[in-house]
């Protein structure tokens, strides 16, 4: 999967099949139709699969190393529960964060109001 990954992000130029811009050409739809809940959490989860700019391969960013070459791959990686089971971790980990970071604040809100004090 590596090899694959790393020769799919090179800088090599993409060649676009031309027929796929052709006026009358239509893309079976069949394999890729999505439910309309699949779709909506697919377009939930769009922040957490990023790609590089002019690179086919995409990446989880709750799941570490895990790189993709299509959006089949992806849709099965987004039900998996690994992938859930992650997703519930990293929002646990921002939540205890925003809470340090509240607490952070409001402790150097009070060292200011003291040290404003103690000087007037």
Not at 10 to 23: K, R, V
Not at 31 to 46: A, F, P, Q, R
Not at 50 to 55: A, D, I, R
């Amino acid at each position: 999967m590596y090899k694959r990954a790393f020769m799919y992000s090179s800088s090599a130029p993409i060649t676009l099949d031309e027929s796929d811009y052709e006026p009358g050409y239509k893309e079976d739809d069949s394999k890729h139709k999505l439910t309309d809940i699949e779709y909506k959490d697919i377009e939930k989860e769009s922040d957490v699969i990023k790609t590089h700019p002019g690179n086919k391969v995409s990446y989880c960013v709750c799941c570490r190393g895990k790189t993709f070459l299509n959006n089949d791959s992806i849709v099965k990686h987004l039900k998996s529960k690994n992938h859930i089971k992650n997703v519930k971790k990293n929002e646990k980990n921002k939540e205890k964060v925003k809470k340090i970071n509240e607490e952070f604040l409001k402790r150097m809100k009070e060292v200011d109001n003291k040290s404003y004090n103690t000087m007037t």
